[in-house]
């Protein structure tokens, strides 16, 4: 099963941040709590708020907990597109601390080159082919990368 992070969040907006967890859970085999997801990005404070009612990175974090929710084997994320770099590392935060807890292999797709030392291994692509693929010895904390 897969998870996918939208750069756009695509967060129901009718819904709260409870809510819109809430909808994978019903619909997947082995789901988390949605109360868990939500804890797990830092927003248990926040859950019964709307998406309006919430900063870009509470909403991109809210779409990671989604995500993560369903307890995928693959996650893919373009997360950090619309977010300055403070909110940046929280969510690349969030994302490190579920592949480190639940072994879920997590591929972020960016054009920020910084990020790539959170990776395990980095693929670099040009002109639709795979142009080099890199493997980091050591990560770097999410904290340690400045846009």
């Given amino acids: 099963m897969s998870g996918f992070v939208f750069q756009f969040y695509n967060l129901v907006p009718s819904l709260t941040a409870l809510e819109n967890v809430k909808l994978v ?3 997947s085999n082995r789901p988390m709590r949605p109360e868990e997801a939500l804890d797990l990005v830092g927003l248990s404070g926040r859950m019964h708020h ?3 009612q919430l900063s870009g990175g509470e909403q991109q974090r809210v779409a990671i907990a989604r995500a993560v929710a369903k ?6 994320c373009v997360p950090t597109g619309a ?8 969510v690349l935060e969030a994302l490190v601390q579920v592949n480190q807890e639940f072994g879920t292999t997590t591929l972020v797709i960016t054009h920020n080159v910084a990020i790539r030392g959170i990776a395990h291994r980095v693929i670099n692509f040009a002109n639709g082919r795979i142009a080099s693929i890199e493997t ?5 904390p999410a904290s ?3 846009w």
């Fill in 25 to 27: 859970t019903e619909i």
């Fill in 50 to 52: 709307f998406p309006a």
């Fill in 71 to 76: 307890r995928p084997d693959l996650l893919l």
């Fill in 83 to 90: 977010l300055d770099s403070r909110t940046g590392v929280v």
């Fill in 136 to 140: 980091n010895q050591t990560r770097l």
């Fill in 144 to 146: 340690a990368i400045s």
